[in-house]
């Protein structure tokens, strides 16, 4: 929970930066205008907010009443009613939301003001994309396990860094007319540095399970007799110190002749620093050390590309910084604008590459199944049955023998 009050923080910080940004060039028409149009910003600003935040709320509300047994009809409460009732229709509600803004944004036009107001609700829309693109594929990666927004964090500071010091010790070749002061050198320099320590990094984070853990579901809930609602609504997002091992945190070896499309020099060399630091010829990896090698060349290859398309952003609007919110450092938006293309790569790339028991669990199929009607239940029961007779299961033998879940 934490670590998402944190990320909303800072996306809030980058927003209010590109809004000042955007009204610090127009800023007589602002005053002329008056404060109507900073209040509109910030309020499409929440509708986006309710609706992503909102959406992971619906989830964790209506995924935590199925699998512990309730039903969504049948609370008791009036506030449990309005309350599921939201939750229920959250994707109605957000769209209404923004609508209301929408109108409240026509009947606000003036005449002589058009130009600055339609290109400031366009500021607007693309800000909040990008802003909520990038927060929302990092919360998912959360809820992959806290090392998947860690480990990438660190390796674009890794990258930012060296990039630095290579750039200061062996600078001399421009890299791209944007950065000035951007040098091949520090390019290389500061890739290689990446690349050797994601290794590191991977295999000392891995061994943290409440970084490899995703939120743990199976917690004891508490209920408010005068709400009828989950009081301990923060145990969604904790994660238990002790959890099993799954794929891709488990250990592995890999036997140093069986590895492809290796030289056979370098093949010798790593068994000799094998046998000299392990007294072994063979690799001890994870899964994960392996996508960490594909994560440190993203970052130190393409993610840079952020920062550079940020200082051309810079230059057009002839500032040096987007804020002055860290001091010395300028602004979050210069913080983070690596960290944006790093955060939407390992979402994509976890979906596509990565074998994970997803941290969402049975309970978002429960959520659906429990708003079916009976006719599309018995649809899916039968395919259930169907399914699991291919695989050569007995449902009714699986359940007096283990149990039926805790429903």
């Known amino acids: 929970m934490s670590t998402m009050v944190m990320i909303f923080a800072v996306q809030t910080l980058m927003t209010k930066e590109l809004f000042d940004l955007s009204e610090s060039q127009e800023k007589a028409k602002l005053e002329s205008a008056g404060i109507r149009f900073r209040l509109q910003k910030w309020y499409f600003y929440f509708c986006a907010a309710f609706t992503l935040y909102g959406r992971m709320g619906r989830h964790f509300y209506l995924t935590s009443l199925a699998e512990k047994g309730h039903f969504f009809m049948d609370e008791t409460t009036t506030f449990a009613k309005v309350v599921t009732w939201v939750m229920l229709h959250h994707s109605f509600i957000s769209y209404s939301l923004y609508m209301g803004g929408f109108v409240a944004f026509v009947l606000l036009l003036r005449k002589g003001l058009f130009k600055y107001q339609f290109s400031q609700f366009a500021w607007t829309h693309i800000t909040i994309a990008i802003i909520f693109l990038q927060s929302s594929a990092t919360i998912s990666n959360i809820f992959e396990g806290i090392i998947w927004f860690l480990f990438p964090f660190l390796l674009v500071v890794v990258n930012d860094v060296m990039a630095y010091v290579c750039g200061k010790a062996f600078g001399r070749t421009p890299l791209i007319a944007l950065s000035p002061k951007k040098t091949w050198e520090g390019f290389i320099g500061a ?217």
């Open 191 to 407: 890739m290689f540095c990446t690349v050797v320590m994601a290794p590191i990094l991977s295999t000392f984070l891995g061994k943290f399970k409440f970084l490899t853990c995703p939120p743990m579901r199976k917690t004891i809930w508490k209920t408010s007799e005068k709400f009828g609602l989950i009081t301990k609504f923060d145990k969604y997002f904790s994660r238990e110190a002790v959890c099993q091992l799954k794929h891709p945190f488990i250990p592995m070896k890999f036997n140093i002749d069986d590895v492809p499309m290796v030289p056979f020099g370098m093949k010798m060399f790593l068994r000799l620093i094998l046998r000299f630091a392990y007294n072994r010829d063979y690799l001890v990896l994870t899964w994960f050390d392996v996508h960490a090698g594909f994560l440190a060349l993203f970052a130190s290859i393409v993610a840079p590309f952020g920062g550079f398309f940020a200082s051309g952003f810079k230059r057009a609007f002839k500032i040096d910084d987007f804020g002055h919110t860290i001091p010395g450092h300028g602004g979050f938006v210069d913080r983070m604008d690596v960290q944006t293309i790093m955060a939407a790569f390992v979402y994509f790339y976890i979906r596509n590459f990565v074998e994970l028991s997803t941290s969402l669990g049975t309970g978002r199929l429960l959520g659906k199944i429990e708003l079916m009607n009976d006719e599309d239940l018995v649809t899916v029961l039968t395919g259930i049955k169907r399914l699991a007779g291919e695989r050569g299961l007995d449902i009714m033998e699986l359940l007096m023998h283990n149990g039926a879940p805790n429903l």
